[in-house]
T-cell receptor, first 110, second 114 residues
Framework: QKEVEQDPGPLSVPEGAIVSLNCTYSNSAFQYFMWYRQYSRKGPELLMYTYSSGNKEDGRFTAQVDKSSKYISLFIRDSQPSDSATYLCAMISDDYKLSFGAGTTVTVRA | NAGVMQNPRHLVRRRGQEARLRCSPMKGHSHVYWYRQLPEEGLKFMVYLQKENIIDESGMPKERFSAEFPKEGPSILRIQQVVRGDSAAYFC????????????FGEGSRLTVL
């Protein structure tokens, strides 16, 4: 079993729809939870960062962490074609090694 | 305010040759990490370095792979005697602090082994 599970998709939605992404994990020591966005042939860029359980909102993006269920989510409201990318969840315990999900490829159709 | 700079962006090597990938961290960042990304897989940790020190190389194969971050100059990931299985995207990341997961990634170096 992988430490971080993420459905690779692909996910295709019409412009304006809500995109819902999620990951599950097995290591209860994870404390910091991140979502990275990676455009094709580019490096990952940090999108959202959450410490422990709870919600965090930044513009059209909302990240949720439920440590009791070992489940994290990312929601993108009013999706735009420019949101088309691969979204990687990542998490870390008290060391420096990020554990990544495989990434979900999202396409927003104009 | 330059980000993490990696070069070359693309590298083609024949089996048995050496590949040398370079990474300059963001200004003010003293922590450098190398990750490898294979198609359809997430990024896998390889090595964590600070200036002149390898902190953790547990994710790096024991044979043929080495990394350094000298006092002056970029960090270098070196792969000797490359094999086809080494074909991947290699990403360097840097951070100001450690243990928080806030990494800034470069554009990656894509190695193709013929």
């Amino acid at each position: 079993q992988k430490e971080v599970e993420q459905d690779p998709g692909p996910l295709s939605v019409p412009e304006g729809a809500i995109v819902s992404l999620n990951c599950t994990y097995s290591n209860s020591a994870f404390q910091y939870f991140m979502w990275y966005r990676q455009y094709s042939r580019k490096g990952p860029e940090l999108l959202m960062y959450t410490y422990s359980s709870g919600n965090k909102e930044d513009g059209r993006f909302t990240a949720q962490v439920d440590k009791s269920s070992k489940y994290i989510s990312l929601f993108i409201r009013d999706s735009q074609p420019s949101d088309s990318a691969t979204y990687l969840c990542a998490m870390i315990s008290d060391d420096y090694k990020l554990s990544f999900g495989a990434g979900t490829t999202v396409t927003v159709r104009a | 305010n330059a980000g993490v700079m990696q070069n070359p962006r693309h590298l083609v090597r024949r089996r048995g040759q050496e590949a040398r990938l370079r990474c300059s961290p963001m200004k003010g960042h003293s922590h450098v990490y190398w990750y490898r990304q294979l198609p359809e897989e997430g990024l896998k940790f390889m090595v964590y370095l600070q200036k002149e020190n390898i902190i953790d190389e547990s994710g790096m194969p024991k044979e043929r792979f080495s990394a350094e971050f000298p006092k002056e100059g970029p960090s270098i990931l070196r792969i000797q005697q490359v094999v086809r299985g080494d074909s991947a995207a290699y990403f360097c990341a840097s951070s100001r602090q450690t243990n928080t997961g806030e990494l800034f990634f470069g554009e990656g170096s894509r190695l193709t082994v013929l």
